[in-house]
């Protein structure tokens, strides 16, 4: 690049029209240098350069160009880099990779996201960036954006929205190759609309989002993407079919092919159909043939273990905005509407985008361990000869991008302690032992300047919130006393969906009030979160908070902010001491605002669900309540509470303030230690450098190499339909006709004297993995297995031994041998097995065929 040719004002303009300043600080630095008004204003440096008088002018100064040079030199390196983690380990994999959601949180200047679920398609955009892999973006420009949020006298959430323009944002439009503005039509019910797209740059990450904002279209369909989750049912499909099948026409258009699919929640789940009906019209293919073709490049992640909260949308609004397109289908209507069916009530249908997703995708995953176990639960009926517990439903924890989560103090830190390297071992464990010999003096330094950040952003937006509902002067000053950098602070801000608990700490006033009035160990805490605009449940528990934080009690020690935002979060994530989070186990599928808190050397404080019930390693941080599931809401609520408050006085409050004897105030030594091990124990694995290699790794890879496979070679399909056509013919037939040991000293179980058994005793199977198989001790045993298959190909299924050593619970599986041609349709399947000791064992009998990207993915399955 002929960077010493480029004038300052052009390199000005690169970082401001690359989100990759979302994540470096010093160009948020440098634009507020430029304009410090309009900057501590909207954080935005396109407006900045828009807004600034004579910038020309200003910008005739040179330290200021050196400074601009030097960041535009690191943006150029980093756009540059050839020894990226992808181009590392996947040379020759092709992409790109095309992830759709709805929502995307890349920084609080561009309002298109309403909470975690946002924030983690954000850092996933930005860590694959870093990490080099080739990835395009699809999601939806909200013109208003999600509501900003007040919080009126009396406690009541007030929604209003703004109007972002896309010429003020780090946008460009996208074009054709003439550099016309793209525009394309898109049927939606009954009509045809304009659909036009502004494209970010996220690093080397490349975000679309798509806007029915065209003036050729009805003034209600200008509005159809202005809101995220706004509006009613019909807003919300037509929104879903601009994103799914809107996205792959623009991508089409732009003449981006991608290798695989990644569909993020069921949201954006009728991108499969768009693609479908190209694969059936370019391929000449049958529906069926398409789908399979289309299923074996793609992802689908869920993120929610709340039944209700899975997107499903009525049969006549399917009807209305899909009858048309599965017409031209050649497959009956009852056809399509199975592939998402759930009968929530007897005498009401509707079409579930989760199932649909999993009808559509071949690759699955929930996004924590635990999350991973309850989507194989809620999801099994899509599976059901399966074990859940063996579902084809996988997981990949969430994580964090680092580097826009992490304080620039903490970043300058590290840059002075582990060396200026360290955004090259975001995922390397071992790296990160090193922080732990940072000195403790450097750590506290570093907090309380985080911490006297977060409480000046808590009073002016206090200040300013009071202001405007009116409060007297003396109200508005007093809160310049609220919170110091002594006093122990806990952070609780997330979305107030009522699952959350947000109010569950005002359990028992009496002694919330005692905690936070006791002079020797004062703790306060700091709310924030928006209810969606529907959710009257949640905007109740933030007229509750408000109401609390009025109390003369509790005035000063319980804040509430309004209007949570990327913003806040920033503040409150690297400035609390404790972060709190206590949800209704188990229904937070992962939760990423904890993750935000170890690298800025605070500590969690949580309910043992989502990623912290795999990171709490008992020093790290605190539990609230045990791993234990409850019948009753009422009890949970309760047990959880009282253990909060437990832990709060007789763990975390001695222990921050352990020094205090010895006349230091503040945060003790020990805490300090607390906090390092806290983050290095947690920086690796729960960052979305970790996470997106996981996906990388083992779903986005295998879902390019399935793609490629699959696109070359179109027998693969119809073997797939065959075996699956003849599976489906013959299941109800197949049985085990015998079960036979021999061998030294077998004792053969009385389950098995029997070598005959009607078929339909074996149709049950199991809702987990059980062994009641009887114990036997042998050295070699030799076991022989015979089934009626029926019309079915051997190699049509496996039949398979499941053993469980009963002294260290160790399960394995040895697959049968087939011992010869069928007779009368029955295949012999011998296994010699060496058993020392007392093992429980099972045979069962599955579908397979030798292309399956998991081995239960036919769904047939029978136990003996
Ligand atoms: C990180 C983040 C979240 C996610 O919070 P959870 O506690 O995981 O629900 C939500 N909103 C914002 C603005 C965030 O930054």
């Not at 920033?570 to 989070?581: E, F, K, P, Q, T």
Request: hydrophobic share 40%; glycine share 6%.
């Amino acid at each position: 690049m002929r960077e010493t040719s480029m004038t300052t004002l052009s390199q000005l303009n690169d970082l401001a029209y690359n989100y990759w300043w979302s994540w470096n600080q010093d160009v948020w630095n440098l634009f507020s240098s430029i304009n410090k008004e309009v900057w501590a204003e909207t954080r935005n440096p396109v407006l900045v350069l828009k807004n600034t008088k004579d910038l020309e002018a200003s910008l005739n100064n040179e330290d200021l160009k050196k400074k601009v040079g030097d960041l535009h030199s690191r943006l150029v390196t980093y756009l540059n880099r050839k020894d990226t983690w992808f181009a590392k380990n996947f040379a020759n994999t092709k992409g790109p990779i095309a992830y759709f959601s709805a929502e995307y949180g890349i920084h609080e200047a561009l309002p298109i996201y309403s909470g975690g679920l946002g924030v983690l398609s954000g850092d996933h955009v930005k860590s694959a960036s870093d990490l080099g892999i080739p990835m395009v973006f699809v999601g939806l420009f909200y013109s208003n954006g999600y509501f900003t949020q007040r919080i009126n006298e009396d406690g009541k959430q007030l929604d209003l929205y703004g109007k972002f323009q896309p010429e003020n944002l780090s946008l460009t439009p996208v074009t054709t190759k003439n550099g016309e503005a793209l525009v394309f039509d898109l049927e939606l019910a009954e009509r045809t609309i304009k659909v036009q797209a502004h494209k970010a740059m996220v690093g080397s990450s490349e975000l679309y989002l798509l806007d029915s904002n065209h003036p050729a279209n009805s003034e209600a369909d200008r509005l159809l993407t202005a809101k995220l989750y706004g509006g009613d049912r019909e807003m919300r499909i037509s929104q879903e079919v601009i994103l799914g099948i809107g996205g792959v026409k623009l991508l089409k258009a732009l003449g981006i092919e991608p290798a695989a699919f990644h569909m993020n929640e069921g949201h954006s789940g009728f991108f499969q159909l768009e693609r479908i009906k190209n694969a059936m019209k370019e391929r000449s293919m049958t529906f069926d043939e398409a789908k399979i073709l289309c299923a074996s490049n793609c992802l689908f992640t869920t993120h929610t273990p709340v039944p209700a909260g899975n997107e499903a949308f009525s049969l006549p609004l399917m009807h209305k905005h899909f009858f048309k397109m599965i017409k031209g289908f050649n497959i009956s209507w009852e056809r399509f509407v199975e592939l998402g069916i759930v009968p929530e009530k007897s005498d009401y249908k509707y079409f579930s985008l989760t199932v649909f997703a999993i009808n559509v995708a071949r690759f699955y995953n929930g996004v924590s361990e635990l999350h991973g176990k309850i989507a194989q639960k809620m999801w099994r009926d899509q599976w059901p000869q399966v074990p859940e517990v063996e579902n084809p439903m996988s997981h990949i924890t969430n994580g964090v991008h680092v580097q826009t989560w992490m304080a620039l103090d903490v970043k300058n830190l590290l840059n002075e302690t582990v060396g200026t390297k360290w955004e090259d071992e975001l995922a390397n464990h071992d790296f990160w032992k090193k922080a732990g010999d940072i000195s403790n003096s450097e750590i506290r330094e570093t907090k309380v300047a985080l911490k006297a950040k977060m409480i000046s952003l808590v009073r002016a937006q206090l200040k300013k919130q009071l202001k405007e509902n009116n409060e007297s002067q003396k109200e508005i000053d007093a809160v310049d006393t609220y919170l110091d950098d002594k006093t122990l602070v806990i952070g609780f801000a997330r979305r107030f969906a009522t699952y959350k608990r947000a109010t569950l700490i005002f359990k028992d006033l009496k002694k919330l009030e005692a905690l936070v009035n006791n002079p020797e160990r004062p703790v306060a805490f700091v709310f924030s979160g928006k209810a969606h605009p529907q959710d009257v449940p949640g905007q109740k528990y933030i007229e509750e908070i408000y109401k609390f934080s009025r109390m003369p009690s509790l005035k000063g020690k319980v804040i509430i902010l309004e209007n949570y935002d990327m913003n806040i979060s920033r503040h409150l994530v690297s400035g609390s001491d404790v972060w709190l989070n206590n949800p209704r186990r188990p229904m937070e599928a992962s939760g990423t605002s904890g993750q935000k808190v170890p690298i800025n050397f605070g500590l969690n404080f949580s309910v043992l669900d989502g990623w912290w019930r795999e990171a709490f390693d008992g020093n790290n941080g605190w539990a609230i309540g045990e791993e234990k599931d409850f019948a009753n809401d009422e009890i949970q609520d309760y047990e959880d509470a009282m253990d909060f408050y437990k832990t709060l006085e007789q763990t975390i409050l001695p222990l921050y303030y352990a020094d205090k004897a010895k006349g230091e105030n503040g945060s003790s030594a020990a805490w300090i230690e607390k906090t390092k091990i806290s983050f290095v124990t947690n920086i690796s694995r729960y960052s979305t450098h970790r996470m997106v290699q996981d996906y990388m790794t083992k779903f986005y890879a295998p879902a390019i190499a399935y793609g490629d496979k699959y696109k070359n070679n179109g027998d693969l399909i119809k073997t797939y339909l065959d075996n699956r056509r003849a599976l489906k013919m013959n299941w109800k037939a197949m049985y085990f006709t015998y079960v036979h040991f021999d061998g030294n000293h077998v004792e053969v179980p009385s389950q098995f004297d029997k070598s005959w058994k009607s078929p339909l005793h074996h149709v049950e199977y199991p809702a987990e993995v059980t062994f009641p198989g009887r114990v036997f001790e042998t050295n070699e045993a030799h076991i022989h297995v015979g089934t009626y298959l029926g019309d079915l190909k051997p190699e049509s299924v496996v039949v398979e031994a499941v053993i469980c050593d009963l002294k260290t619970d160790e399960v394995k599986t040895e697959k049968l041998r087939l011992k010869g041609p069928l007779e009368d349709g029955v295949g012999h399947f011998e296994l010699k097995f060496k058993a020392n000791d007392s093992k429980k064992i099972r045979f069962r009998i599955y579908g397979h065929d030798n292309f399956l990207v998991h081995p239960f993915e036919y769904g047939y399955m029978m136990w003996y």
